[in-house]
């Protein structure tokens, strides 16, 4: 049985680490954090999106805070809130003041991120008064509530901070942060239920919902989560400092849902978003806003995830089995994540929907990868058996040359003119003795034989051709000519160096008490049709035309002229230099070439 690839049991892998139920696990919680960390890239791509409806943030704010030491006492008299404002805590009846005026001129709803639990600091009195004075608009207001966890001898403890005033709507404070502490989202109904399980009902919502739906309305309540679709940075919301409450016009507050909250940093409850951070009630106020607008973020439920995934990880693998080289793999890997981060950003920005997108990276990563990475090895390896194949067949400089400039000279039928030089060699009186030699014994024999030939045009650069029987060809200038001269002398030097070898194997045939071996050498320069022979499915790279022949034919003339292996045509005599010695041996006439040929003999040295 056929085992799976590597990349297909990767991507079998990646499906299973992105379930649900490994979400807790390490790889889980990690890749929850990157599907924060991105949507949290996204937010700031998109940057800035105001919302004209979105709720009023009424600001504690710093100089809210410090307006006992801003103003001057006389200045301070000038207005009822000013007197009464300066270190936190403020008297509640303060709280309910600016509540009453934004209400008065025209508010719709008034939510407060201050969570009222105790009572007030300042006596039963003021508690009365904040009840009196926001009497009137007691439908209008939500008010907060808080759950804190803390560890009591290993054990969560939970503890849930209602508001002390009944009637009121009431709203969870609490956020739900990713792992690395941003805060991304409005709690569902579910995960309310279960951490405040055992606490007398009615649970209130979470304070988005509670505000933004009016009365308190379970069954308006999402059960899974919902993303806050952040406007932007701090200053986006409307802010208005509660100190400068009375110097806004009534328009700003006709209609409009206001948060009454702290932003100094002072008071705490600094959180972390996509835009650096912000205060917990403009987190709030941002939140409230996606309710209102019906742009919170949803996620996939379990099931359609899972469909998702699957039908994600089908169509990687069919694509995958379709590539067939590491380069194919790669692009198509950063296909798919580019497709993965698109198709997730329009959902996220057009649909308010998040897909699972560190799960979609998550497997063209694994399996791409790994797919690219066999590829790579295997194309390695073809390369590394391609290229000892060729350094058999060339020098390394010429073979290096080729490499860098690969083009179609060496994949596509078809030839061109050129010149070159051809060298031609064979073994005198072969017949006889491979009638001798037993075949293995024969084989051996030209193995060692051609071994020197072939390392000797290597080492001038030149090309070997082809073996036949007992023949060699070989070329120089092809594919790329240095020039005819240096290419007739690479020839010469070549042959010389094909004697010397053939010298070395003839001692050692005498010394095991063999025949020793004569070989004969032409040399011709000419015009030659170089390129791919052969058929679409096996091509050979060769030359073919009458400077093929005239120096196979000048091989053979090396029987007809004793004493000198190496002859060459009076072409290639006109190439080398004055030093290299060389004898005429006259004219010839030769088969197949109708004009005598004159013949020139190298003289050993």
Known sequence: ????????????????????????????????????????????????????????????????????????????????????????PWPRALQAELAATVLERGARRVVFNLVLAQPSGFGPADDAAFQRRLAPWWPQLVLAAAATASDQQGLEQVQLQRPLYPGTAVGLTNLLQSPQGLTEAIPGQAWIDAYLQGFQPPLPQALAWAAGGGEADQTGVPIQPRGINYPGPVGTLTTVPAWQLLEQPDELWRGRTVVIGATA????????????????????????????????IGSLPDPARLAVLLGW??????????????????????????????????????????????????????????????????????????????????????????LREPGSLWTQLGGSRTRCVVLFTDLVGFTPLSARLEPVDLFALLNRYFDGLAQAVIDEQGLLDKFIGDSLMAEFGLPRSRGEAQEALAAVRAAQAMQRSLAQLNRELEAAGQPPLQQGIGIHVGDVVAGNLGSSQRMEYTVIGAAVNIASRLEGLTRQCPGHSIVISAEVRRLLPEEVAVQALGTFHVKGWDVPLEVYGLVEA
């Open 265 to 296: 940093a002072e008071l705490g409850g600094q959180l972390e978003t996509p835009f650096g951070p912000q205060s917990g009630t403009e987190v709030q106020a941002a939140a409230l806003a996606s309710v209102m607008a019906g742009t919170t």
């Open 1 to 88: 049985m056929r085992r799976p690839p590597l990349w297909g049991l990767a991507l079998f892998a990646g499906l299973v680490l992105v379930q649900p139920v490994l979400r807790p696990s390490p790889p889980g919680q990690a890749l929850v954090a990157l599907d924060a960390a991105l949507q949290a890239a996204l937010f700031r791509l998109r940057g800035v999106r105001p919302d004209p409806a979105a709720p009023v943030v009424l600001a504690i704010d710093a100089e809210s805070l410090a307006l006992d030491r801003l103003l001057a006492p006389e200045e301070r008299q000038a207005s009822l809130l000013w007197r009464q404002m300066g270190p936190w």
């Open 313 to 402: 990880a089908g169509l990687l693998a069919w694509s995958l089995t379709r590539v067939g080289t590491a380069r194919q793999a790669v692009a198509l890997s950063l296909g798919w994540i580019v497709a993965a981060v698109l198709l997730a950003a329009l959902l996220w920005g057009l649909a308010f929907l998040w897909l699972p997108l560190s799960a979609l990276l998550l497997l063209p990563v694994l399996a791409g990868g790994l797919r690219s990475a066999a590829l790579g090895w295997w194309e390695t390896r073809e390369r590394q058996v391609l290229h000892q194949l060729l350094s058999k067949r060339m020098s390394p400089a010429l073979l290096q040359n080729i």
